[in-house]
C-alpha cells in the first residue's frame, strides 16, 4: 500500500512537472514547399484591389446570408449580423490585410528552389534536414548531413528573423571552411550562429554547385527566449521539484500501512 501510494504521487508530479518544463526550440522543417506556376498565375489573374474587393464581396454575401434566415415564426436568427457602410469598410481593410499579408508569403515562396521546393519530404527522410539547438541561451547550433554531393562547392547559410521577409546570408562556404563540401560522399555540417536577440529566426541551408546553381536544402524555425523567461522556467522546474519531494514526503507520513 505504502509503494502503491508512493508511485502514485511521483506519477502526478511528473505530469505537473512536464507542464513547468523549460520552453524547447520549436522546428518548422522545410514550411515552404510550392509550386511557382501555380504562384505566378495567382498573382496574374488578379490585382491586389480585384482580389479584395472579390473577398469583400464573399464575406458581405455571407453575413447578409445568415442575417435573413428566419425561424419558424418568422424571427431573424441573427439581426445583428446587418451589414452598414461603416461594417463594410471594416472588412474591406480586415480583407485587404489578409490579400497583402498572403501575397508577401507567395513571393517569398518563390524564392524557395531545389529540393527545398520540388520535394521537402524525401530530401528530410533522406537526412539532409536541418536541425538546431540553442547553446547558452542566445546561439543557435545548426547541423545537417548529406550523402550524395557530385558537383558540390559548399554551403550558404541564410536567416532572416520572424515578420521580415528578406534572407540575408549569414555564413557561406567561400569565408568559412567548415562549410566546404567534404566529398562526393558527403558528410555533416555543423555551424553556430552567436549572440542572438530574443525572438524568433528563419535559417535556410543552401547548396551551391560548380555549375553555379543553388539548391535550398531546408529551413527551421528557432525561437530564442529573453532571459526572464528563461528565469521563470527555471524556479517553476524548481518549484515542482519542492512540491514532489513534499508530496512524497507526505504520502509516507499519512501511509496508514507502517
Do not use: H
Request: proline share 3%; net charge negative.
Amino acid at each position: 500500500m505504502k509503494i502503491t501510494l508512493t508511485y502514485t504521487i511521483l506519477a502526478s508530479c511528473a505530469c505537473m512537472a512536464s507542464a513547468f518544463a523549460p520552453v524547447q526550440p520549436r522546428s518548422m522543417n522545410n514550411v515552404f514547399c510550392v509550386k511557382k506556376s501555380n504562384t505566378k498565375m495567382f498573382m496574374s489573374e488578379e490585382s491586389i484591389d480585384e482580389e479584395v474587393e472579390r473577398m469583400v464581396q464573399e464575406e458581405v454575401a455571407t453575413k447578409q446570408k445568415i442575417s435573413n434566415l428566419r425561424n419558424a415564426n418568422g424571427v431573424e436568427y441573427a439581426p445583428w449580423m446587418n451589414i452598414s457602410k461603416e461594417d463594410e469598410q471594416k472588412i474591406r481593410a480586415m480583407m485587404r490585410d489578409k490579400a497583402e499579408a498572403r501575397r508577401r508569403r507567395q513571393l517569398q515562396e518563390q524564392d524557395v528552389q531545389g529540393a527545398l521546393l520540388n520535394d521537402s519530404q524525401a530530401q528530410e527522410l533522406s537526412g539532409t534536414g536541418l536541425r538546431s539547438k540553442i547553446v547558452d541561451g542566445n546561439c543557435v547550433e545548426l547541423e545537417w548531413a548529406t550523402n550524395r554531393e557530385a558537383s558540390t562547392d559548399g554551403f550558404v547559410i541564410k536567416r532572416r528573423a520572424a515578420k521580415t521577409p528578406d534572407f540575408e546570408v549569414i555564413a557561406s562556404y567561400e569565408t568559412y571552411g567548415p562549410l566546404a563540401s567534404k566529398g562526393i560522399d558527403g558528410g555533416v555540417y555543423r555551424f553556430m550562429d552567436e549572440d542572438l536577440a530574443p525572438g524568433g529566426y528563419f535559417y535556410r541551408v543552401t547548396e551551391c554547385e560548380s555549375n553555379g546553381a543553388e539548391n535550398d536544402l531546408s529551413q527551421c524555425l528557432v525561437e530564442i527566449q529573453t532571459e526572464e523567461e528563461q528565469r521563470g522556467a527555471v524556479i517553476a522546474a524548481a518549484a515542482v521539484g519542492i512540491v514532489l519531494v513534499g508530496l512524497v514526503v507526505a504520502g509516507s507520513l499519512l501511509d496508514p500501512i507502517q
